[in-house]
């Protein structure tokens, strides 16, 4: 039987393409989003997958989703958080605001997702949870403190979480992906990025579906004994 996915922030960026490659590698995948209709609706059009909208930073609307998600698509098997939000600012502009949203909706989200699906995953002795993290959790960004912090807990979230789900069959991994060419990375100004670029040994930004074929290997039969791992793909950028 075709195993079930959720990508958070499944409809574009990275999460489109992830959830397009765990769909063709035949998962049934519900992809998630949080407010751009209109993206959610065209990408819905073009590739046949459901869209949710529900916001990951909201512990109710994560339980109810995951509820009816399982109801219309499967038990789920496949969690991928990806949602993820940028407010940029150094920590003396920062408001608490800023630093409160994101971790909410990176960190948080993981947690909110992991709850609604955990026990479900325990009962039918399998699971597999994929964490997106970032390099600026690894490495520290200027102007990132809320970012980084919530990337760098990611990964803390993930070893724990791998440890607590191994015996249960679920796995639990992150990937730390580089500067990959999303609209996330479109709002950095070009100056800046060209900076970014000449620091990357292979001289270019990453595309999406370089993350997503390591989500997809993640969550695939070669990975079996794979957990607790963070899986850097940032074109050699930084090694860590
Ligand atoms: P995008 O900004 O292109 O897309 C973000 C996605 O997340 C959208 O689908 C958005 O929904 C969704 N989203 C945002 N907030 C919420 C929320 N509260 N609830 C539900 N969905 C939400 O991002 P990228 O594709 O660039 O990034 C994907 C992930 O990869 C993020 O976690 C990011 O931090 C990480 N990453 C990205 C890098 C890059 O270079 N691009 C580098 C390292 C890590 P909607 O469309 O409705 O707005």
Redesign the pocket.
Known sequence: MARVAIV????????RAISETLRDAGIKVAA?????EE??KAFTNETGIPSY?????DFDACQKACEQIAKEVGPVDIVVN?????RDGTLQRMSAEDWQAVID??LG?CFNMAKACFAGMRERGFGRIVN?????GQAGQYGQVN?AAA?SGIHGFTKALAQEGARFNITCNAI?????D????AAVPANVLEKIVAKIPIGR??H?DE?ARGVLFLVSDDATFVTGSTMSINGGQHMY
Do not use: E, Q, W
């Not at 998630?32 to 751009?36: I, L, P, S, V």
């Open positions: 958070t922030g499944g409809t574009r960026g990275i999460g998630n989003y949080a407010g751009n993206k959610a909208k529900f916001d990951v930073s990806n949602a993820g939000i940028t909706t990176n989200g997106i993290g970032s390099i600026n970012y990337k730390a992906p580089g500067y990959i999303t609209d996330m990375v930004l990453g999406a993350i």
